[in-house]
């Protein structure tokens, strides 16, 4: 039998249903739009990085330690922000991770904005890498250099190290499919996998050698975690099928083995390290919302790649999971001295949301700060409508943490720019999400840049997503190629 509503009751519905799609406008209207996310990434971050002081001596060789307002260290004037005791002691080296994660902040400069002069200093960073900083006796690349030298035996540089090295030969590879940077990514990842995988089969080894203040005994997530965002995930794809078909076989085993060995469901988070029972409790190091969701966040995505449902029912339930937990309601009077007059007025008296690190804690980097607007992003794109946390998260990134007069985001709020784990890499990969989920939600076409001629067997994708390409156009700029993509459709 057919039922119809009383004209009352369907006045209530519609009413209900216009409401409904009111407050969601309302929240679309406070995340930043495609065209913030550019000016974000153009104005908001790359005054800094594309400062004179930024490209190295040769250009490319990206120095690890800058102040907040560009300069290079000066050890016998050292700067506020980088005279802290867990800083200063490493002053002596110069990071390979650090100049890996600066080219790839170049990478997505130029593939959010086709600006040549990023992805130039881009392959100035993958030359200086390749060139320099490959071990070519023992393989793999070299942590560090001190006064000039190669840091550490072989043995005793972590597989997190050796994974970082790649972050940006990956993307520059993603970006240009350059068969020299393919060569590397497949050399390094056989490295990798070769000399770090245990015996036990329970994952990749931190170290092979004590040394260093590490030791072999230790059973780290992140030696498993990003091998997958530094390099697999993106990769993968793109490789020749022998060689994608070892790579996501690699990547289905990390992914297994951080979900067997390093998560723990009942409280829905992943373990730090498992080496021993103090390293696993929520205290301890790398037990924090950040690596928690990123963890999520790369297993929902392999899921993705792989076909595995399961994985991705985990993952996602793992992410909204970690999103509620981390995110509180902050004291008006602790945060309005932060917030610039154009946003204090728009929120006062209103709920806002901010973002935690651990539970019982109110303190937060950066980095953890993006991580979690960045897994949001993902489930907002999932369930095509946003997450109400960005609509406040989303903004303060762009307006609190990022210095106006020099550029750039630091550890803290406009502060700690460049140093030993801390510089362009996970600002300007927030601000290529961002960009992506802003275009997707308002129903318009994402612009990105490729520097390469596409065949009939190109595979072209928006980063970590998926997405259809509605129109291509094919350039040289100054003798260089250039390819202009529209994606729509975007999704996880």
Same mark, same amino acid.
């Given at each position: 039998?057919?039922?119809?509503?009383?004209?009352?009751?369907?006045?209530?519905?519609?009413?209900?249903?216009?409401?409904?799609?009111?407050?969601?406008?309302?929240?679309?209207?406070?995340?930043?739009?495609?065209?913030?996310?550019?000016?974000?990434?153009?104005?908001?971050?790359?005054?800094?990085?594309?400062?004179?002081?930024?490209?190295?001596?040769?250009?490319?060789?990206?120095?690890?330690?800058?102040?907040?307002?560009?300069?290079?260290?000066?050890?016998?004037?050292?700067?506020?922000?980088?005279?802290?005791?867990?800083?200063?002691?490493?002053?002596?080296? #110069?990071?390979?991770?650090?100049?890996?994660?600066?080219?790839?902040?170049?990478?997505?400069?130029?593939?959010?904005?086709?600006?040549?002069?990023?992805?130039?200093?881009?392959?100035?960073?993958?030359?200086?890498?390749?060139?320099?900083?490959?071990?070519?006796?023992?393989?793999?690349?070299?942590?560090?250099?001190?006064?000039?030298?190669?840091?550490?035996?072989?043995?005793?540089?972590?597989?997190?190290?050796?994974?970082?090295?790649?972050?940006?030969?990956?993307?520059?590879?993603?970006?240009?499919?350059?068969?020299?940077?393919?060569?590397?990514?497949?050399?390094?990842?056989?490295?990798?996998?070769?000399?770090?995988?245990?015996?036990?089969?329970?994952?990749?080894?931190?170290?092979?050698?004590?040394? #260093?203040?590490?030791?072999?005994?230790?059973?780290?997530?992140?030696?498993?975690?990003?091998?997958?965002?530094?390099?697999?995930?993106?990769?993968?794809?793109?490789?020749?099928?022998?060689?994608?078909?070892?790579?996501?076989?690699?990547?289905?085993?990390?992914?297994?083995?951080?979900?067997?060995?390093?998560?723990?469901?009942?409280?829905?988070?992943?373990?730090?390290?498992?080496?021993?029972?103090?390293?696993?409790?929520?205290?301890?190091?790398?037990?924090?919302?950040?690596?928690?969701?990123?963890?999520?966040?790369?297993?929902?995505?392999?899921?993705?790649?792989?076909?595995?449902?399961?994985?991705?029912?985990?993952?996602?339930?793992?992410?909204?999971?970690?999103?509620?937990?981390?995110?509180?309601?902050?004291?008006?009077?602790?945060?309005?001295?932060?917030?610039?007059?154009?946003?204090?007025?728009?929120?006062?008296?209103?709920?806002?949301?901010?973002?935690?690190?651990?539970?019982?804690?109110?303190?937060?980097?950066?980095?953890?700060?993006?991580?979690? #607007?960045?897994?949001?992003?993902?489930?907002?794109?999932?369930?095509?409508?946003?997450?109400?946390?960005?609509?406040?998260?989303?903004?303060?990134?762009?307006?609190?943490?990022?210095?106006?007069?020099?550029?750039?985001?630091?550890?803290?709020?406009?502060?700690?720019?460049?140093?030993?784990?801390?510089?362009?890499?996970?600002?300007?990969?927030?601000?290529?999400?961002?960009?992506?989920?802003?275009?997707?939600?308002?129903?318009?076409?994402?612009?990105?840049?490729?520097?390469?001629?596409?065949?009939?067997?190109?595979?072209?994708?928006?980063?970590?997503?998926?997405?259809?390409?509605?129109?291509?156009?094919?350039?040289?700029?100054?003798?260089?190629?250039?390819?202009?993509?529209?994606?729509?459709?975007?999704?996880?």
């Amino acid at each position: 039998m057919k039922h119809n509503l009383k004209p009352s009751l369907w006045l209530l519905s519609l009413g209900l249903c216009s409401a409904l799609a009111q407050a969601q406008t309302d929240k679309l209207a406070s995340f930043p739009d495609g065209e913030a996310w550019l000016n974000h990434a153009q104005q908001g971050l790359a005054p800094y990085w594309m400062m004179e002081a930024a490209r190295g001596q040769p250009v490319g060789n990206f120095p690890t330690f800058r102040c907040d307002n560009g300069q290079l260290l000066n050890i016998h004037q050292i700067c506020q922000e980088l005279n802290k005791g867990w800083i200063t002691p490493h002053f002596g080296r #110069d990071y390979t991770r650090m100049k890996s994660r600066q080219t790839y902040a170049y990478a997505v400069l130029y593939h959010l904005t086709g600006d040549a002069q990023a992805l130039a200093l881009a392959k100035a960073g993958a030359h200086y890498l390749i060139d320099h900083l490959q071990d070519k006796h023992n393989g793999g690349f070299i942590s560090f250099t001190e006064n000039g030298k190669p840091g550490l035996e072989w043995q005793q540089r972590t597989s997190q190290d050796q994974a970082y090295a790649l972050v940006g030969l990956a993307m520059l590879y993603y970006l240009t499919r350059d068969p020299q940077l393919e060569a590397v990514l497949i050399k390094q990842q056989q490295f990798i996998f070769d000399h770090y995988r245990l015996a036990d089969d329970q994952g990749l080894a931190w170290v092979l050698k004590e040394g #260093d203040g590490e030791s072999a005994q230790q059973r780290e997530l992140v030696a498993q975690l990003d091998q997958i965002n530094g390099y697999l995930l993106l990769v993968a794809p793109l490789l020749p099928e022998l060689h994608r078909s070892q790579w996501l076989g690699d990547l289905a085993w990390l992914t297994e083995v951080m979900l067997t060995h390093y998560h723990h469901q009942p409280e829905q988070r992943f373990y730090g390290a498992i080496h021993h029972p103090a390293v696993m409790t929520q205290s301890a190091k790398h037990n924090d919302f950040g690596h928690t969701i990123k963890a999520y966040w790369m297993t929902y995505l392999t899921g993705s790649v792989l076909q595995n449902s399961q994985w991705q029912s985990l993952a996602k339930q793992g992410m909204r999971t970690t999103i509620r937990q981390a995110q509180y309601q902050p004291n008006w009077s602790d945060i309005a001295p932060l917030l610039p007059d154009s946003l204090a007025s728009q929120w006062q008296g209103k709920p806002v949301a901010s973002w935690r690190n651990r539970p019982m804690s109110y303190g937060i980097s950066s980095w953890e700060w993006a991580e979690l #607007d960045q897994a949001a992003m993902t489930l907002s794109l999932l369930e095509g409508q946003l997450e109400p946390v960005l609509a406040y998260t989303a903004p303060a990134f762009m307006q609190v943490w990022v210095d106006e007069q020099y550029g750039g985001v630091g550890l803290n709020p406009k502060s700690t720019k460049a140093f030993h784990w801390g510089n362009g890499y996970h600002q300007f990969e927030h601000a290529l999400v961002g960009y992506l989920t802003a275009q997707q939600l308002n129903q318009q076409a994402a612009t990105l840049y490729f520097a390469f001629e596409p065949t009939e067997q190109s595979r072209l994708a928006p980063y970590y997503f998926q997405g259809h390409v509605q129109q291509q156009r094919f350039t040289s700029v100054e003798g260089l190629p250039r390819l202009e993509v529209q994606f729509v459709d975007i999704h996880p």
